[in-house]
């Protein structure tokens, strides 16, 4: 039986201690869950246990014995597994081959008929079956993350480590995972699971250890603590969880989408025959399971994939053909679902990254940012989200994901825009920066910006959205006005059931 500690840890970077003084205990066969606002130090944390980082002081003990981990590998044969946000797989490759990658003796060479024949053995054992020949690139997020954890049960991880693993998952998929993680609970693998989502915590760990600042607040058992108390904890002040907004006023139409089709990249109709309005100072909420067409409605709009039927009206213009850049000039913001990729650039300091789409004066001259002006820009945005280190000159690649995250929503929703399209605005925002970004959206909203919201999350769809649009397989099902919305009833829809339909059925 597995057991791990970590007793006084510490690791500092330039100008932050990243964790100060960490202690907690992993019990044999315990759920052990880590909860922490943006930037508390979990993944600095989870980097050391794993051998990515080095710890200035304090000590990791895995079954009463000291060990320090100069690399993964190290960390790895000490049976430390860890399912990274960002998976780690080759996507060109098979399951099999990524699964035996880096453990067999012949590397590429190892017999493949061997390695698809033990990876099934060990898929089946554990109750997580996967096609052995399948390319990972083809696989859904959940299969990939699956993969991922045989791959570390494969290596004979003793205790498994996810960082926040439903991050990337749909409900459904979430679901399956936790019957997963509770089967190798019950083979006593230990599991250490980093989340900001309160409910899932309270799902699914025994215990929970808060941090905050770097530091390990207390560990205590599930049972004894409520939402609410870990929310406060976690974030040093009350929060209120899921308030509902006030009430719209909504003006003109400011984007109206009619008839719209959009091809996927496998030039399959992933949005067919799609017509709706947004008004001003109203945020129309747009809810579905992953993959339903969100994607390709987004890029449209935006301009990054073209439509091939029907048009897209901006404040009365027809904009279906315009470029990219064009409709960010006209006054549509828009918040991307990967910011690693889309939303940042990421070795650019802070100042740089929130200033891209206004490079014009006071803030620039001839394309080039004018240092004093920018920066105090920067400065005053960076207190106003609440993004930490509030640091202007740091690069963006240096803050932890969830800093990141409001970084681009600075950037954004300062511009007061016509139209935000937002999308997934708040993933891997802890509950106190979720609150605050939904107010800044709802005081946008109030002074007239229109808001898209794009999101897999149905508790921020129903806080936020005056209207809610159920999209599933690329088409509309139903749109209902958000306040009063039944969760059931938007659960249905998006699996391809109009709630009127629904009701026939039951009276028949
Ligand atoms: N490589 C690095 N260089 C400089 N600073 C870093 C580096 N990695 C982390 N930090 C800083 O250490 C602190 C803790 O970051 P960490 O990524 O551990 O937080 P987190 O709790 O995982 O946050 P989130 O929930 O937002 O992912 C942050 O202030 C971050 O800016």
């Given at each position: 039986?597995?057991?791990?500690?970590?007793?006084?840890?510490?690791?500092?970077?330039?100008?932050?201690?990243?964790?100060?003084?960490?202690?907690?205990?992993?019990?044999?066969?315990?759920?052990?869950?880590?909860?922490?606002?943006?930037?508390?130090?979990?993944?600095?944390?989870?980097?050391?246990?794993?051998?990515?980082?080095?710890?200035?002081?304090?000590?990791?003990?895995?079954?009463?014995?000291?060990?320090?981990?100069?690399?993964?590998?190290?960390?790895?044969?000490?049976?430390?597994?860890?399912?990274?946000?960002?998976?780690?797989?080759?996507?060109?490759?098979?399951?099999?081959?990524?699964?035996?990658?880096?453990?067999?003796?012949?590397?590429?060479?190892?017999?493949?008929r061997l390695a698809v024949q033990k990876v099934k053995e060990l898929s089946e054992r554990v109750g997580?079956?996967?096609?052995?020949?399948?390319?990972?690139?083809?696989?859904?997020?959940?299969?990939?993350?699956?993969?991922?954890?045989?791959?570390?049960?494969?290596?004979?991880?003793?205790?498994?480590?996810?960082?926040?693993?439903?991050?990337?998952?749909?409900?459904?998929?979430?679901?399956?995972?936790?019957?997963?993680?509770?089967?190798?609970?019950?083979?006593?693998?230990?599991?250490?699971?980093?989340?900001?989502?309160?409910?899932?915590?309270?799902?699914?760990?025994?215990?929970?250890?808060?941090?905050?600042?770097?530091?390990?607040?207390?560990?205590?058992?599930?049972?004894?603590?409520?939402?609410?108390?870990?929310?406060?904890?976690?974030?040093?002040?009350?929060?209120?969880?899921?308030?509902?907004?006030?009430?719209?006023?909504?003006?003109?139409v400011i984007l109206h989408v009619s008839d719209l089709s959009v091809l996927d990249d496998r030039k399959?109709?992933?949005?067919?025959?799609?017509?709706?309005?947004?008004?001003?100072?109203?945020?129309?909420?747009?809810?579905?399971?992953?993959?339903?067409?969100?994607?390709?409605?987004?890029?449209?709009?935006?301009?990054?994939?073209?439509?091939?039927?029907?048009?897209?009206?901006?404040?009365?213009?027809?904009?279906?053909?315009?470029?990219?850049?064009?409709?960010?000039?006209?006054?549509?913001?828009?918040?991307?679902?990967?910011?690693?990729?889309?939303?940042?650039?990421?070795?650019?300091?802070?100042?740089?990254?929130?200033?891209?789409?206004?490079?014009?004066?006071?803030?620039?001259?001839?394309?080039?940012?004018?240092?004093?002006?920018?920066?105090?820009?920067?400065?005053?945005?960076?207190?106003?989200?609440?993004?930490?280190?509030?640091?202007?000159?740091?690069?963006?690649?240096?803050?932890?994901?969830?800093?990141?995250?409001?970084?681009?929503?600075?950037?954004?929703?300062?511009?007061?825009?016509?139209?935000?399209?937002?999308?997934?605005?708040?993933?891997?925002?802890?509950?106190?920066?979720?609150?605050?970004?939904?107010?800044?959206?709802?005081?946008?909203?109030?002074?007239?910006?229109?808001?898209?919201?794009?999101?897999?999350?149905?508790?921020?769809?129903?806080?936020?959205?005056?209207?809610?649009?159920?999209?599933?397989?690329?088409?509309?099902?139903?749109?209902?006005?958000?306040?009063?919305?039944?969760?059931?009833?938007?659960?249905?829809?998006?699996?391809?059931?109009?709630?009127?339909?629904?009701?026939?059925?039951?009276?028949?």
């Amino acid at each position: 039986m597995t057991t791990l500690s970590i007793n006084h840890l510490r690791k500092t970077f330039p100008g932050v201690i990243a964790n100060d003084d960490v202690t907690l205990h992993i019990a044999a066969g315990e759920t052990h869950a880590i909860l922490g606002e943006n930037g508390a130090g979990k993944s600095t944390l989870i980097k050391m246990v794993s051998g990515l980082y080095q710890p200035d002081s304090g000590e990791i003990i895995l079954n009463d014995k000291v060990v320090t981990f100069s690399s993964p590998r190290e960390a790895i044969r000490a049976g430390i597994g860890v399912v990274h946000q960002h998976f780690m797989l080759i996507p060109a490759l098979s399951v099999a081959e990524n699964v035996v990658l880096g453990s067999e003796p012949g590397g590429f060479h190892f017999p493949k008929r061997l390695a698809v024949q033990k990876v099934k053995e060990l898929s089946e054992r554990v109750g997580l079956p996967l096609d052995p020949n399948a390319r990972v690139e083809d696989l859904s997020v959940g299969m990939q993350q699956r993969v991922e954890i045989v791959k570390a049960l494969y290596r004979q991880a003793r205790i498994l480590i996810l960082d926040e693993p439903t991050a990337v998952l749909t409900p459904q998929e979430t679901e399956d995972l936790f019957v997963v993680l509770r089967k190798l609970k019950e083979d006593g693998i230990p599991i250490v699971f980093i989340s900001h989502k309160l409910d899932e915590v309270r799902a699914i760990a025994d215990t929970v250890t808060v941090m905050r600042a770097g530091k390990t607040l207390l560990s205590q058992p599930i049972a004894s603590s409520s939402a609410s108390e870990l929310a406060t904890l976690m974030v040093g002040r009350e929060v209120a969880l899921n308030a509902r907004t006030t009430a719209s006023h909504p003006g003109d139409v400011i984007l109206h989408v009619s008839d719209l089709s959009v091809l996927d990249d496998r030039k399959l109709q992933a949005v067919k025959r799609v017509s709706f309005e947004l008004r001003a100072g109203e945020i129309l909420g747009i809810a579905g399971v992953d993959g339903n067409g969100q994607t390709e409605l987004v890029e449209a709009i935006v301009g990054m994939r073209s439509a091939v039927n029907g048009s897209i009206r901006f404040a009365g213009r027809d904009i279906t053909r315009d470029t990219v850049s064009d409709r960010i000039k006209a006054g549509i913001s828009y918040v991307p679902q990967d910011r690693q990729r889309d939303g940042l650039v990421l070795p650019f300091t802070l100042t740089e990254n929130l200033m891209l789409r206004d490079l014009k004066p006071p803030y620039a001259k001839r394309g080039w940012l004018t240092p004093h002006s920018a920066q105090a820009q920067a400065r005053e945005l960076l207190k106003r989200f609440d993004v930490r280190p509030p640091e202007p000159d740091a690069a963006a690649q240096s803050l932890s994901g969830g800093n990141q995250q409001k970084v681009i929503l600075a950037r954004e929703v300062s511009r007061s825009p016509r139209l935000l399209i937002a999308v997934q605005p708040t993933r891997g925002l802890d509950v106190g920066a979720i609150e605050s970004i939904h107010h800044e959206l709802e005081k946008i909203r109030d002074l007239g910006s229109a808001i898209l919201l794009v999101s897999l999350e149905l508790d921020e769809i129903l806080a936020l959205s005056d209207r809610i649009c159920v999209l599933h397989a690329g088409s509309v099902v139903t749109t209902l006005p958000g306040e009063g919305a039944s969760r059931d009833a938007i659960g249905l829809a998006m699996t391809g059931t109009h709630p009127d339909a629904q009701e026939v059925h039951h009276e028949k």
